[in-house]
């Protein structure tokens, strides 16, 4: 079955298959990121949301982090191909067009998109998760 991306239907099943992998390590990237996805078209049409690395393994969850290290804005769709197909040459013009705002420490981003591009659970995740999603 598939949901629609950002649904709540989506996130509980996304929360499913990153907790039937376990605790993902995160090495080499301790960042604590803030994500907020604007023009989504169901709810209020914004989403928060954070991943933190800080404490050894991976924690995606609704919601901002008081002292993240870097902080990321961007609309729907562009979220979508960021973390759902995950399309890296998509993602760098994304960032080159404007429409991902970066604050902080752009160093600390690109930290944790290099663990999770080398990491197989990530990409074992990364697959399930594109397998929900309309």
């Not at 298959?17 to 090495?27: E, S």
């Not at 067009?97 to 998109?113: F, H």
């Amino acid at each position: 079955m598939s949901y629609p991306f950002l649904s709540d239907e989506w996130i509980a099943e996304a929360r499913a298959i990153r907790a039937g992998h376990g605790a993902q390590p995160a090495d080499g990237a301790a960042v604590r990121l803030n994500v907020t996805i604007t023009g989504v078209p169901f709810g209020e049409g914004t989403v928060e949301g954070y991943i933190d690395t800080s404490s050894g393994s991976a924690e995606l969850e609704l919601g901002q982090l008081d002292e993240a290290d870097v902080s990321l804005t961007t609309d729907y769709a562009t979220a979508r191909v960021l973390f759902v197909d995950q399309d890296q040459a998509a993602a760098m013009q994304a960032l080159m067009a404007g429409k991902v705002i970066v604050q902080g420490d752009l160093m600390q981003l690109m930290a944790l998109n290099a663990t999770l591009a080398t990491d197989p659970a990530a990409a074992e995740i990364a697959a399930s998760i594109q397998a929900i999603t309309e």
